[in-house]
């Protein structure tokens, strides 16, 4: 655990410590637009397991897809810990909210009343999934349902984004320690994604980018150079333009991950990807080393204003610019 | 008279919502909702038909890896592609692994608390649950101390906290529950080791597939897992030997765990093999080809369908004969909501006019769920294990045969027994007792077929997509976890123009249809004893023996028509 956190380690006699602490902190986990992906890789977490997360370290009162109660009953176990533990509580968020009337109702409430007063009486509210933190693919083009992130859609409560789809149980259980560690949440990046999980790119701890750095590429699915594990990029990798920690923490309790099961990394944990990131077996432009590089300066930076100096310092603004800001150009000028 | 409503629905996937009339202790009638919509095959438009997996898949995070399954299948039946033998066996290994592991956590963590009283198992004496365990299973953990641990660690959490975290306000001592506490506490402690065992042993999708859940590794025609046993990088012999050593660990645990827990369970349960009856017709399309032809033929899991409880003939499948209604779903029709379409002329357009939220009741005399009602020839018709297994025991399969014969044996029940919830419950058993089984068959071939010198997992010849025709379609079927699913992908001019899905759950959990008829919840849920309203437990009972995802089984089928824009650059 603390490996994953990138913390000293020092630190594991005090995360012992609170993982054995008698009182064990209320969260509700809520369930809105999404597949439950995100509760059954939560189910998939190691360090701690998921019985060990509910038995010793948190109280989960709420989460549909797990609680025994039902109905009216279980409206009473979120009922007792939103009124009865009122700014005490961590709420956890799965799925997008759609803003279009009865897209998503729960014991007759809208999604959205319902992420109001659970996260706005919430000490700390978690989004999990790329969904719930950028609006994930019920978002994509052309977004029936006029979903949301919940920062967005609960404007100022304060929101940890561990993107993903599905997110990494690995990331949510190290959030979560971290939190009943040292009482206040990780530090984040602009997009409010935690640094100990998001703060590299893919593509800088890949454990193919000497492949890459030598010019050596897949070229076609089953060739000799896919079975020997050369780089994907030409097969559409995205790991070049992905802030997430899969080539280290890896996933399933470290036995692999897209890239080592030789598919290309599609960037799930990077805002809007289903519409920035595809056709995703096409060739990403512009990664240093491939393409023209002055897209910086002919695109508005547009909405990746927040994560442009991120983004930059690796040198392929111009990647992210083009595919998340409005269409300015034709898309003939995208493909590689 | 009593009208109730659940919701929210829990222990399943998703958002449901059932409504439930109660005269004199007994549902006289019901409704089955689901309340959520996201729209996936509109979002599906216009984008390449080799993505088109990657976003099919994220339907469901529960039934993961089933949708990508039978969307690549769409795509290759459209295109013509046939997938080399080590894609075949991969394939069925990643969605066997799903029937074994997904069916033991419904039976645990989604279902057990229906029939298991977690405050029982307090009062339960540790060393006579030791002397029951050892009496029905050679596993392991079966010692006084190791019971008395798992209970003390119960009384703890318990007590400290003054409650139960999960396990909080359900319906504890409801007086359905009739388990000895002893074997209450046998079920606890197999609850908590299932949580483990559900992780370890879904490792097999990571290894061939890179992660779980949604898998990452299918390809138009094949997969992206290279095989050579002598690379770092490919599906070599460290990782097959770790396949082995998950899918034994796998069937032991279904053996000595699931299958003694589930006939003990259900020994004090059999009256309600008088339960949850449902529509009465059974449709499996069949899966599991033993051939890359994909010859319907070949199928490991028999295609067919049963109707009236009839299990004297099996009746041959027709997959023009799906037809889908939105009589009393969200949706409108051009030609009028009476009318029903197949899938492949799909054509919906959602419009919400339930009640406005915070709502009391639905009004179910009109449109009252986001589910369509898929009718096979007009019929309901249930999928699912239990429809599995009725066509495989009427069609004559061997395996399938004599596991039903000797688990009703076990049980003393007649085959008519099968027609109920309890029926439902012990279906999920049997079947994955024998896919346990089967996919170390299949791990088996694949490695005969590695070594002999076969290394293709991918044919490339419709990649590219200057190969395809302008204008074609394509059907794919799965059988998943929760039964019978198809996808039905159009490619014009190298884009996707319409995409529609049927899932498991929509054939279960559909509304009534343009008839009234109503859909297999609605149905099995009439004649369910109800002790106390206002602690409905029975009612899930039944839903849960069905294992509903209404993730899986809401979905808007878009209307035909000229793809206009293609969808590229974000919004």
């Not at chain 2, 029940?413 to 109920?420: D, N, T, V």
């Not at chain 2, 076969?454 to 419709?462: N, P, V």
């Amino acid at each position: 655990m603390a490996a994953a956190l990138a913390l000293p380690a020092s630190h594991a006699p005090a995360i012992a410590a609170a993982l054995g602490s008698a009182k064990r902190p209320r969260v509700v986990w809520l369930e809105f637009s999404g597949c439950t992906g995100c509760t059954e890789s939560m189910l998939r977490s190691e360090n701690p397991g998921f019985a060990e997360i509910v038995l010793s370290l948190i109280s989960l009162d709420y989460h549909e897809t797990l609680m025994a109660p039902a109905g009216e009953a279980a409206e009473r176990s979120l009922r007792e810990v939103v009124e009865g533990e009122r700014g005490r509580y961590i709420a956890v968020v799965e799925g997008a909210i759609p803003t279009g009337e009865g897209y998503c109702t729960i014991g007759g409430r809208s999604a959205l009343d319902i992420a109001r007063e659970v996260c706005g009486n919430a000490a700390a509210t978690i989004a999990v999934g790329a969904c719930a933190t950028y609006g994930g693919w019920p978002r994509a083009h052309p977004d029936p349902t006029g979903a949301l992130g919940l920062a967005e859609a609960v404007p100022g409560i304060g929101v940890v984004n561990l993107p993903g789809c599905p997110v990494n149980g690995a990331n949510v259980a190290a959030t979560l320690v971290h939190y009943l560690t040292f009482g206040r949440l990780p530090a984040t990046d602009q997009l409010g994604r935690p640094l100990f999980a998001y703060g590299q790119l893919i593509h800088d701890s890949c454990e193919r980018r000497a492949h890459y750095d030598a010019g050596e590429f897949v070229e076609v699915w089953g060739d000799e150079a896919h079975r020997k594990g050369w780089c994907l990029y030409k097969l559409g990798c995205k790991g070049p333009t992905t802030f997430h920690n899969c080539p280290v923490v890896r996933w399933n309790g470290g036995t692999s991950w897209p890239v080592g099961a030789g598919h290309g990394c599609i960037g799930c944990s990077e805002p809007q990807f289903w519409d920035a990131n595809s056709p995703f077996y096409d060739r990403l432009p512009d990664v240093p080393g491939f393409g023209i590089q002055t897209r910086a300066e002919q695109v508005g930076l547009g909405l990746v204003i927040a994560t442009g100096a991120a983004f930059a310092v690796h040198g392929v603004a111009a990647t992210v610019a083009e595919r998340v800001a409005p269409i300015q150009h034709g898309d003939e000028e995208h493909k590689p | 008279m009593t009208r109730i409503a659940i919701d929210p629905l829990t222990r399943i996937e998703g958002h449901l919502r059932i409504e439930a009339q109660v005269e004199g202790g007994t549902v006289t009638n019901a409704w089955s909702s689901s309340t959520m919509f996201r729209g996936m095959e509109l979002v599906m438009r216009g984008r390449d038909p080799r993505d088109a997996w990657l976003f099919a898949q994220r339907i469901c995070g529960v039934c993961t890896t089933v949708h990508a399954l039978a969307s690549i299948r769409s795509a290759e039946d459209a295109l013509g592609v046939q997938i080399p033998e080590n894609a075949r066996l991969m394939r069925n290994i990643i969605a066997g692994i799903q029937w074994v592991q997904d069916h033991v956590v419904h039976f645990y963590h989604l279902h057990a608390l229906d029939w298991v009283d977690v405050t029982g198992a307090l009062r339960a004496d540790p060393a006579a649950t030791a002397r029951i365990a050892a009496s029905i299973s050679p596993w392991p953990k079966s010692s006084r101390d190791y019971f008395k641990g798992v209970q003390d660690r119960l009384r703890k959490l318990a007590q400290s906290d003054a409650d139960l975290g999960l396990f909080k306000n359900g319906y504890w001592g409801h007086p359905a529950y009739r388990l000895p506490p002893e074997v209450d506490l046998l079920a606890v402690a197999h609850y908590l080791e299932a949580l483990e065992w559900q992780r370890d042993v879904i490792k097999v999708q990571a290894l061939l597939g890179a992660k779980n859940p949604h898998p990452q590794t299918y390809l138009l025609g094949g997969m992206s897992l290279p095989v050579d046993p002598t690379s770092q990088a490919a599906l070599n012999d460290a990782r097959l030997a770790e396949q082995l050593r998950l899918l034994q660990f796998a069937k032991t645990f279904v053996d000595q765990v699931y299958i003694p827990d589930l006939l003990a369970i259900g020994a004090a349960y059999k009256d309600w093999a008088h339960y949850g009856a449902g529509s009465g017709n059974y449709l499996c399309y069949g899966d599991f080809p033993s051939s890359v032809s994909g010859d319907t033929q070949t199928f490991w899991v028999p295609r067919g369908i049963i109707e009236g409880r009839d299990l004297t003939r099996v009746l041959p499948f027709d997959e023009g004969r799906i037809g889908e209604f939105v009589t009393h779903s969200w949706y409108t029709y051009e030609s009028g909501d009476a009318a029903h379409k197949h899938p492949r002329e799909g054509e919906t357009t959602p419009r919400y006019t339930g009640p406005k939220p915070p709502y009391a009741m639905l009004e179910t005399d009109g449109k009252y769920s986001w589910v369509k009602a898929p009718r096979y020839d007009g019929k309901p018709m249930e999928v699912g294990p239990l429809a599995r297994l009725l066509v495989a025991y009427a069609s004559g399969h061997a395996q399938v045969r004599s596991a039903v014969d000797s688990t009703l044996a076990a049980l003393g029940l007649p085959p008519s027994a099968l027609f109920s919830t309890l029926g439902r419950v012990v279906a999920r058993g049997i079947e994955t007792q024998l896919m346990a089984d089967q996919v170390l068959r299949w791990h088996d071939e694949l490695v005969a077929n590695i070594a002999r010198g076969d290394l293709r997992a991918h044919d490339g010849s419709r990649w590219d997509p200057a190969s395809w025709p302008a204008d074609c379609e394509g059907w794919g079927p799965h059988e998943g976890p929760r039964g019978s699913l198809g996808h039905w992908m159009r490619i014009k001019d190298g884009a996707v123009a319409n995409y529609q899905c049927v899932v498991p759950s929509t054939w279960n959990a559909s509304p009534r249809d343009a008839a009234g008829t109503p859909g297999p919840y609605e149905a099995a849920l009439i004649g369910t004893p109800v002790a106390d309203p206002a602690r409905p437990l029975e009612i899930l009972r039944t839903i849960h023996s069905f294992d509903p995802c209404m993730a899986c089984a809401v979905h808007v089928t878009g209307r035909e028509r000229e793809l206009v824009v293609r969808v590229e650059t974000a919004r």
